[in-house]
């Protein structure tokens, strides 16, 4: 390591070559002090040498071949990548849990492709830089009905629609701030402070940056009503600061409603959104979904309607946080919904054939506002696990454009090794 510096309350650590660990902003040890005062006398009491002494030791391999050919760009992406991940936990000592997780994403041969940090802006992105990065690094105090946690941290809300990890990238996305879950009966409350998102686009900054930094609030609070039948209120306040975290900074409302019907589960949610923090565009627009899942024997099939809204052209509603790769389709080409919306009708088909897992997929894209006809995208999975520690992965993805942007094809195969 070459170099430090200060930044927002926080370091940056400069490795060869001039690649940065993204900042740790001051969680969690500086908090540790802090932190401390809030564990009762008992807990605090806790052996670290036997927790350390009796740590957890994982490491996980992924290699995948990506390829994108897009209308409009002469060049085909092919990207030859891979990540190796080494995480750390210590042993659990009366209520305190400690842990560490580090990434390597690497180039493997082939790098014809536009990694939003390498400047090969003549092929198609894939959202996968290389270099090394602090995953994780925590403290976690349970009692009870409550757990604290603090430091750089993996949140997943519900589905992810709203606050994820966007997983499928070699560059986890990752939270710097202080989560607290709690219960009470049949409610559970988790609430998260966030100063930095450590997005996919790290560990240094490109095209896109590498972190957004800011003073943000994320807060899901779910109930059963009756068994099989869950409500879930949210509210998601992204205040960020730098880059274009200002043109992503909103305030997000809603409510969310699934219910077991057997077969069927149905699963409504409703949100409204606006502008918020240091945000240069004033909008108010709505999110609407109604999923119905039905289970089979030996296939599952899911249908759809789910409206990105519009305020009536002028912006659109945004997940700045939320793991899209998910949603909308395979090839990306909704992950920021256009000014004019999005309504998506999808239905997807999925059951196992000689072991491995097939999932068809079709999206129907049109305009929320002004009526266009966006486009379709036919996806096609197929997972195969070769073992317990080893799962293959072949996937597709063909959008035809009508009214939005260009025909794009995308094509994966991936390896998954984990120890």
Known sequence: MRAASLKHAGWRVK??????????AFFPFAFAASFAFLIPPAAGAFDIGEAVAGGKTALGFRYRLETVSQDGIDEDALASTARARLTWNSAESEALTFGVETDYSLILGIEDFNSTTNGKTAYPVVA??????????????????????????????????????????????????????????????????????????????????????????????????????????????WDLENDNGPANANATYGIEYVGAFNPVTITAAVSNQSDYGDNPV?????????????????????????????????????????????????????????????????????????????????????????????????????????????????????????????DTTKAWLMFDWRW
């Open 128 to 237: 996968d830089p290389d270099g090394f990065d602090l995953n994780q690094a925590f403290l976690k105090y349970k009692q009870d009905s409550v757990t604290l946690t603090v430091g750089r941290q993996r949140i997943n809300h519900g589905t992810q629609r709203f606050m994820g990890g966007v997983a499928y990238r070699n560059n986890e996305q990752t939270y710097d701030g202080v989560r607290i879950q709690t219960s009470a009966g049949a409610l559970n409350l988790d609430y998260a402070y966030v100063h930095n998102i450590n997005r996919i686009f790290g560990p240094d900054d490109g095209a896109q940056p590498g972190d957004w930094y800011g003073n943000s609030h994320a807060l899901r609070a779910t109930v059963e009503a009756a068994p099989g039948h869950t409500v879930a209120g949210y509210a998601y306040l």
């Open 15 to 24: 490795t060869r070559g001039g690649r940065t660990l993204r900042r740790l």
């Open 282 to 406: 004033s909008y108010d627009a709505m999110h609407y979904l109604i999923q119905g899942d039905i289970k089979l024997e030996a296939v599952s099939i899911t249908a759809a309607y789910e409206v990105v809204g519009s305020d009536d052209g002028a912006a659109q509603f945004r997940f700045p946080a939320a793991t899209l790769h998910k949603f909308q389709g395979w090839t990306d080409k909704f992950l920021i919904a256009p000014a004019t919306g999005v309504r998506n009708t999808w239905v997807s088909v999925s059951g196992n054939v000689a072991g491995a897992t097939v999932t068809g997929v079709f999206h129907d894209f049109r305009a929320d506002s002004g009526g266009a006809d966006y486009g379709q995208e036919l996806g096609l999975s197929i997972t195969y696990p070769v073992r317990d520690n080893l799962s293959l992965l072949f996937k597709v993805a063909n959008y035809s454009a009508d009214e939005f942007a260009t």
